[in-house]
């Protein structure tokens, strides 16, 4: 069973929203605090949001206002959306625990944003 498994990624103009889903495993998810990871073109991959199993949340300054991380105990399951989105965002976006363990990345969800 893969770990953790993105979804949701897409084209979108700038100004546009996305909403992303990473579907965990039951233990990772009840044990774990989860988060979103990006990876720009060219560029490391950064931390993009966490949660914590009680429901706290972090983001890096980039997306503050702008992303809302979330999830869903009853689906096992993490949503990144993503509104206002700007070039800048485009990325291979991926989900893991936080922090991230090697055996964990998956193949992440594309997302464009472009006119």
């Known amino acids: 069973q893969v770990p953790l498994v993105e979804s949701g990624g897409g084209l979108v103009q700038p100004g546009g929203s996305l909403r992303l889903s990473c579907a965990a495993s039951v233990m990772i998810f009840r044990l774990n605090a989860v988060a979103w990871y990006r990876q720009a073109p060219g560029k490391q991959r950064e931390l993009v949001a966490t949660?914590?199993?009680?429901?706290?949340?972090n983001y890096v300054d980039s997306v503050k206002g702008r992303f809302t991380i979330s999830r869903d105990n009853a689906k096992n399951t993490v949503y990144l959306q993503m509104n206002s989105l700007k070039s800048e965002d485009t990325a291979v976006y991926y989900c893991n625990t936080f922090p991230g363990r090697t055996g964990y990345w998956g193949q992440g969800t594309q997302v464009i944003v472009s006119s």
């Open positions: 949660i914590r199993s009680s429901g706290s949340t």
